[in-house]
């Protein structure tokens, strides 16, 4: 069955980096766009990135670019998102999903900006 | 960007009671729409797509209607596992947008 992994959540103060992983199993990944979703505590859920099957097309919400790299490596079947220059605001679970047009979820990982 | 909007954002209600969330796009999608239930800590879970299309597994007192702009999701007797949040998705163009989500309470 479809499987998405997260890995590379953690604490990070304000300024910080942090990479988050996604392994995926169970389905041709190299067939799949994939995203990165958010979710701040208490708040509703939003797109920050995308990649397209090949890593040709990608997507950066105006609240990321700049500062945070999505990347893939279909012959691992993983998912990348490289943040950097963290701030309070970027506190959230952040989930990988493939892009069936309605997504299919991993579990999250809290990622808590914070001095 | 297609702007989400879901109504009402709480929605308290009662067991066997028949409940609607309706949610609108800023300009047509056709039936590219999702809806998803959330229980705290847990990732969303996919209830409808297709706007009208159930997913497998998932109860047929779900449905869902709608195409262009307005979309409902009805839950037709809710259950003690129903209360939840509830959000719709457009997946007519990118990037894929969500509504704020409306809160099913007791």
């Known amino acids: 069955q479809v499987q998405l992994v997260e890995s590379g959540g953690g604490l990070v103060k304000p300024g910080g980096s942090l990479r988050l992983s996604c392994a995926a199993s169970?389905?041709?990944?190299?067939?799949?766009?994939m995203s990165w979703v958010r979710q701040a505590p208490g708040k509703g859920l939003e797109c920050i990135s995308y990649?397209?099957?090949?890593?040709?097309?990608?997507y950066y919400a105006d609240s990321v670019r700049g500062r945070f790299t999505i990347s893939r490596d279909n012959a691992k079947n993983s998912l990348y998102l490289e943040m950097n220059g963290l701030s309070v605001e970027d506190t959230a679970v952040y989930y990988c999903?493939?892009?069936?047009?309605?997504?299919?979820w991993g579990q999250g990982a809290l990622v808590t900006v914070s001095s | 960007d297609i702007q989400m909007t879901q109504s009402p954002s709480t929605l308290s209600a009662s067991v066997g009671d028949r409940v609607s969330i309706t949610c609108r796009a800023s300009?047509?999608?056709?039936?590219?729409l999702a809806w998803y239930q959330q229980k705290p800590g847990k990732a969303p879970k996919l209830l409808i797509y297709?706007?009208?299309t159930l997913e497998r597994g998932v109860p047929p007192r779900f449905s869902g209607r709608g195409s262009g702009t307005e979309f409902t999701l009805t839950l037709g007797s809710l259950q003690p596992d129903d209360f939840a949040t509830y959000y719709c998705?457009?997946?007519?163009?990118?990037?894929?947008?969500f509504g704020q989500g409306t809160k099913v309470e007791i």
């Open positions: 999903a493939r892009d069936d047009g309605a997504y299919v």
């Open positions: 169970g389905f041709t990944f190299s067939d799949y766009y």
């Open positions: 990649i397209s099957s090949s890593g040709s097309t990608i």
């Open positions: 300009q047509s999608i056709s039936s590219w």
């Open positions: 297709k706007a009208s």
């Open positions: 998705q457009q997946y007519n163009s990118y990037p894929w947008t």
